[in-house]
C-alpha cells in the first residue's frame, strides 16, 4: 500500500499491493539474509504432526494468531488515521524525518571515549538538538537521562509500579560514506531528499526511521493526554555500528542497575519487519534471534631468507593452502529446535502453496524424522543466502603479509569473520578451525598456538598462532508464545489487516526469523527474554540499500513503523 496524498483533505489513489504467487526458493523473504521463525516446542510439533497424518496441515505448527486492536481504535480510528492520511501531519513527520536524516552522525570503527573526546562526538549534539526542537512533549514531560554523554534514555513514568516497563530501543549512528562513492549517489547521502516517495540517505533506512518514529509515537500520545500504567522507556545508543561499546552497553547498564534482570515486560529493537504477499495472503517476518559471531586471526611464522632459494613452500603458499582447505570444508548444516528456520519453514507450507507436496511432507516431519531432517537441509543448503541460515559461515576478509618482493616472506596473518550456527557456540567454532590448522601443520611439521597455550610445539620450520578474541554466542530465541508475543504479533496484524494490506480476505500471519547479522540488543539480554528486531518495511531490505549507495525508506514505511509504537504502546497498557 502506498499513499499518495495530493492536497490538504487527503485525497489521493492508494496503489494496490503487489501479489506474489511463486517465491521459488523463498526468494523474496530470502533475499533478507535471514530465514526463520520463532521458538518452537519439538514435542508439541510432533504432536500436531502425527495427529494430521499430512493429510492436512497440522493445526498448530504456525497459528494464525489473534488481532489485536487497542480500545481507542474501536472508538475513534480517526487519531490512528491521521498518521497516515492527514496531509498536515504526514508532511510534519516528512520534515522531522528528512532532518534527522541531513545530519551527519557517522561513527568509525576506532571512535574516542565521548567522555575524554567530546570534540569527536560533535554531530550528535546538533541532533539532539533537532530532536529536543521537533518533539517538544517528550522534552518536557519525560525524564531524560544523557548517559555516557550522547547516550538518551527517556523514562515515561506509568501509574502502576507493578507492571514491567516496555523497553524500545534504536541507535543514532550510521555507517560511513565511502568518499569515492560520491558519484554513485542519486541523491546526496545527506540530503534527505524526498521525491514523492522515498527518503534518500545514510541512516534513512538503518536506523533513523525507527528512533524518529518512537519519538513520534510517544510524543503524539503525549498530545491526546495519555497516560501509559506500564513503564515506557526508550533507549537510544551512538555507536551500535561499531559494536555498542560506548552506547547501548552503557544504557543497559545503567538500566539493568535500576531494574535489574529480567525486569521490562519486552524490548522492541530495529530488525527486518518486511510484509509480503504470498497466495493472497500476508506474511511479515520479525527476527526473534541473532547468530553469533567471532572474528579469529591466524598468523603463521616461518625462517626469511632469499628469494633466489625459496623452499617448496613459502609462507604465503603455505597460508594459501591453508585458507584453501578452511574454504574447503565448510561448517556442517543443522536444523534443529534451536534455530527459527524449521518454524518459519512450517508457517510458509500452512499458509501458502510455496513447496510441492513431498517437501510440505519433509518441513512438517523435520522436527522429528532424521530423514526429512536431512531433506529440508539438502533444499535449504542449495542457495547460498538459505544455507547461511542454517550453518556457522566463514569469511577470509582481511589476509596481510610479504614486505618485499626478494625477500622471503616471515610473517603472514589473515582474519576469518565467523557468523555461528544459533545451535553451535564460540567454542564449537574455535575448535573447528584449530583442527583444521592441525591438519596443515602435521603436513608440514609446524607448531600451534591457541592465543598463548601450546597446542603442538614450535618446529625449525615455523608455528601458526590462533588467536581467539572475545566472541558473542548466538541469542537466545524470543518466545513466539504467550502474552507478550500475543500482544506484539497482534498489533502488527492489526496494521497489516487495517492499514498496509485491508483489501486481503485471508488473515495475514506474522513469523518469527533469524538475523545472520548483529545488533547491540546483546548488552539488553538480561532485562528481557522477549526481545523482537522489528520494523516495517513493505520493501525488502536489501532494495532499500542498507549500508550502501543510495539508501532509503519510503515515506509510508516510516509511518508505518509509527502507527505500530503508537498503537503498541497502547495495548500493552490495557
Not at 486492536?69 to 490512528?80: A, G, H, K, N, V
Not at 529536543?132 to 517528550?138: A, I, N, Y
Not at 499458509?351 to 529440508?376: C, M, P, R, W
Amino acid at each position: 500500500m502506498r499513499i499518495y496524498l495530493t492536497d490538504e483533505d487527503g485525497a489521493g489513489e492508494p496503489v494496490k499491493p503487489k501479489r506474489t504467487s511463486n517465491w521459488g526458493k523463498i526468494a523474496a523473504l530470502a533475499t533478507l539474509g535471514i530465514i526463520s521463525v520463532g521458538t518452537w516446542g519439538v514435542s508439541q510439533l510432533v504432536k500436531s504432526q502425527v495427529a494430521s497424518s499430512f493429510k492436512s496441515q497440522p493445526a498448530e505448527s504456525c497459528p494464525v494468531g489473534e488481532t489485536i486492536r487497542p480500545l481507542s481504535f474501536y472508538e475513534d480510528r480517526s487519531s490512528t488515521d491521521e498518521i497516515l492520511f492527514n496531509y498536515a501531519s504526514r508532511n510534519k513527520s516528512l520534515e522531522i524525518f528528512a532532518g534527522a536524516v541531513k545530519i551527519s552522525t557517522v561513527v568509525q570503527d576506532h571512535m574516542p571515549d565521548p567522555n575524554t573526546h567530546p570534540e569527536a562526538w560533535t554531530n550528535f549534539t546538533r541532533f539532539h538538538n533537532h530532536l529536543e526542537k521537533s518533539f517538544p512533549l517528550v522534552h518536557s514531560r519525560l525524564r531524560l537521562e544523557k548517559v555516557n554523554v550522547f547516550g538518551l534514555l527517556y523514562t515515561w513514568e506509568g501509574s502502576d509500579p507493578n507492571l514491567k516497563p516496555l523497553l524500545l530501543t534504536a541507535h543514532q549512528d550510521v555507517v560511513p560514506v565511502l568518499e569515492p562513492t560520491l558519484k554513485d549517489w542519486k541523491y546526496p547521502p545527506f540530503s534527505g531528499h524526498f521525491d514523492g516517495e522515498r527518503i534518500w540517505g545514510r541512516g534513512s533506512s538503518d536506523d533513523k526511521p525507527l528512533l524518529i518514529a518512537d519519538l513520534a509515537a510517544v510524543e503524539k500520545l503525549l498530545s491526546e493526554g495519555f497516560q501509559p500504567k506500564r513503564t515506557i522507556v526508550l533507549s537510544f545508543g551512538v555507536d551500535e555500528e561499531r559494536g555498542g561499546e560506548f552506547g547501548a552497553k552503557s544504557l543497559a547498564g545503567v538500566l539493568n542497575e535500576r531494574y535489574g534482570e529480567d525486569s521490562f515486560y519486552a524490548l522492541v529493537d530495529e530488525g527486518v519487519g518486511t510484509v509480503e504477499i504470498v497466495d493472497d495472503r500476508a506474511i511479515t517476518v520479525v527476527a526473534i534471534g541473532e547468530k553469533g559471531s567471532i572474528n579469529l586471526e591466524i598468523s603463521l611464522t616461518t625462517p626469511g631468507g632469499h628469494s633466489s632459494v625459496p623452499p617448496p613452500h613459502t609462507n604465503i603458499g603455505l597460508v594459501s593452502k591453508l585458507i584453501s582447505y578452511i574454504e574447503d570444508h565448510p561448517f556442517k548444516a543443522s536444523l534443529g529446535p534451536r534455530n527459527p528456520v524449521l518454524h518459519y519453514l512450517q508457517c510458509l507450507a500452512e499458509h501458502t502453496n510455496v513447496f510441492d507436496k513431498q517437501l510440505k511432507k519433509h518441513i512438517f516431519k523435520a522436527g522429528y524424522d532424521t530423514k526429512s531432517n536431512a531433506e529440508v537441509v539438502k533444499y535449504l543448503s542449495e542457495d547460498p543466502v538459505t544455507s547461511s541460515s542454517v550453518k556457522t559461515t566463514q569469511a577470509i576478509d582481511i589476509i596481510n603479509g610479504g614486505i618485499k618482493s626478494n625477500a622471503l616472506p616471515e610473517f603472514v596473518s589473515f582474519v576469518i569473520n565467523h557468523r555461528i550456527n544459533v545451535e553451535s557456540s564460540v567454542n564449537e567454532t574455535i575448535e573447528q578451525v584449530l583442527s583444521d590448522i592441525k591438519v596443515l601443520s602435521k603436513e608440514y611439521n609446524l607448531g600451534i598456538l591457541l592465543n598463548d597455550e601450546e597446542i603442538l610445539p614450535k618446529t625449525e620450520n615455523g608455528y601458526f598462532v590462533l588467536n581467539a578474541g572475545e566472541g558473542l554466542e548466538p541469542a537466545k530465541v524470543s518466545p513466539r508464545e504467550g502474552e507478550v508475543w500475543t500482544k506484539f504479533s497482534g498489533s502488527i496484524k492489526h496494521i497489516v489487516e487495517d492499514y498496509i494490506h485491508p483489501d486481503l480476505e485471508k488473515p495475514s500471519v506474522v513469523a518469527g526469523t533469524l538475523m545472520t547479522g548483529n545488533t547491540d540488543t546483546r548488552y539488553y539480554w538480561p532485562l528481557t527474554d522477549n526481545i523482537y528486531r522489528f520494523m516495517f518495511s513493505t520493501t525488502e531490505l536489501v532494495k532499500t540499500h542498507i549500508h550502501s549507495v543510495n539508501e532509503y525508506t519510503t515515506l509510508d514505511d516510516h509511518l508505518f513503523i509509527q502507527l505500530f509504537v503508537y498503537e503498541f504502546i497502547q495495548s500493552v497498557n490495557e
